[in-house]
């Protein structure tokens, strides 16, 4: 036996010995060193050992990972990093990417399409942001991909509508006001420190004409929240409509004080000073945000133009709708008001006043069509081709809330010229999927028959009008398929499954009704849910006491006799 180990271990030549430090860093170090001389095998040793000295580090599994990787052992890489995800860090967002990269090596792409779609989404601005761009392209281009990017997007998209929906910026974007008003309501009363769903609600009710509410709304943000700054815009937007001089130079000042970082609510603050009335200090926040700003945004270019034209600051106007005019998609709106200016300098115009929303002036034409549909004579409007062509004009031209009274306005007519008009309208490429919506079911409304041509994404779609499912009608208002899907599970609930098609009858025929009248709304939904039930239940022999169906659904009894009232009418008139 040799015992010459233990002998220097115990003798006294034992104090010469240099204890060695052996950790994860040490390990690392050599590690490092080896991947440098390309001494795979002995790296990989290395950072075996630092896994072991520190078994919770993710970085050390993502550095044994890479070695692996280089050594061509990809499935193996792939667990270790499926393991750092799954295990001890889900928000390590390079792990996507190592593991996009070791799946393109093995041949399958869809699977690296998939990963380094994730890592993009998860850290967008990351290290290897542009790397995975990159890859993404060769991706597609070289290896036929792009299925798994097509479902990113699909996906994508649907979850910006689910976030836009919930704070209700979708409804407000789209022109769609009651229905922000009804579901906002709705959400504030659950989630009482979304700030975000008071403000828009705030908007809401100021576009729909509850200027009390809306000021009552933004007074409350404020007071909890002092510094809000989309709040102090909507309270210095009401004060100034309400024409409360005294009080607007208070409400104008934190607004002249603050340059918010975030470019929306920069454009935010600088848009509420020109709309009441500081032009001069909404020109200063402009140009600021310009300097910030490569290329400048066309939006931003018109509102620093309007800003300086109503300061009557040509020359600075006369130079950003120029720049303007370089823009193919704006050409004609830098143009208009190029020519507006010069008649306003030579005639010293200082009455003369720019909207700050990027668009061609058409208040006097939208003045014209919202008086055309406030008439209820379909006969006149037959009869009178001004009329008609007021409606396709605003069609053409108005902004959302004036496309869409002109849809319902259209669906009420209802004659070859209006049907034509629509199929006309959803071809368009130029339009938002909520206007298209709106004419597909006033499409549906006044049964029209056969193909219309329609643009989704860039992408031409033949669909037909019959197959067009009646249900769509449920995309304009959350609140109208919420009410459906309750009575529904209800009926389901209480055994009565055969009354499902004749309630779904019953509601899809009130709602194709109340879509041609824009001042009707849907209030709670409890109401209409147990309206709904027992209307159906009535009609159809099932025995039903209302004042049981009130206390299931805690609303009054009263407000149930109402709502089924309105819908009985409806279903009279329809024959039904």
Known sequence: MDTRHSRDKSGDRSSNVIAMNFDATYFFERGVRFLQRNELSKALRAFRKTVEYEPNNPVNYCNLAGV??????????????????????????????????????????????????????????????????????????????????????????????????????????????EAA???????????????????????????????????????????????????????????????????????????????????????????????????????????????????PEPVLLHAAAAAAANSRQWAIAERYWSQLVRDIDYRAVGEYYLRRLAEARSAADVDWRVSYQLDLPVEAQLAEVKDKLKDDDLDAWRRDPLVRASLYWGLRHGNHETRRRVIRALAVVADSDAEKALRLFVGRNDIDATSRLHALVALKRINAQGTVHINVNGEWQEIQLEEVDSNIIFELNPNWRAVWERTEGWLEAHHLGRLIPEAKRLWLTYLYDMFLHVNRRIGKTDIWVAGLLYITLRYFGVPVVQRELAEEFKVAPSSIRKCSLRLEQILLSAGI
């Open 68 to 177: 692996l990787s280089e050594m061509g052992d990809f499935q193996a890489s792939n667990e270790l990093l499926e393991h750092v995800l799954r295990e001890l860090d889900p928000n390590m967002a390079e792990c996507q990417f190592y593991l996009a990269n070791n799946y393109a090596n093995m041949g399958e792409y869809d699977t690296a399409e998939e990963y380094v779609l994730r890592y993009l989404d998860a850290d967008p601005d990351g290290e290897y942001a542009e790397d995975a761009e990159e890859m993404l392209g060769v991706l597609m281009d070289e290896f036929g991909g792009g299925r798994v990017f097509e479902k990113w997007q699909e996906e994508k998209r649907q979850s910006d509508v689910v976030a836009a929906t919930k704070d209700g910026r979708y409804f407000l974007e789209n022109g769609q006001f």
């Open 181 to 295: 008003v009804e579901w906002l309501e709705q959400v504030i009363q659950k989630e009482p420190e979304n700030y975000a769903a008071y403000n828009n609600l705030c908007l809401a009710y100021y576009y729909t004409g509850q200027h009390d509410k809306a000021l009552a709304m933004a007074d409350d943000v404020l007071y909890r929240q002092p510094d809000n700054i989309h709040a102090l815009c909507n309270r210095a937007i009401l004060i100034k409509h309400f024409g409360w001089a005294d009080v607007l130079e208070a409400a104008a000042e934190p607004l002249r004080k603050v340059f918010p970082l975030h470019y929306d609510l920069a454009m935010k603050v600088g848009t509420t000073l020109g709309i009441i009335g500081y032009h001069a200090d909404a020109l200063a926040k402009f140009r600021r945000l310009l300097r910030f700003m490569t290329p």
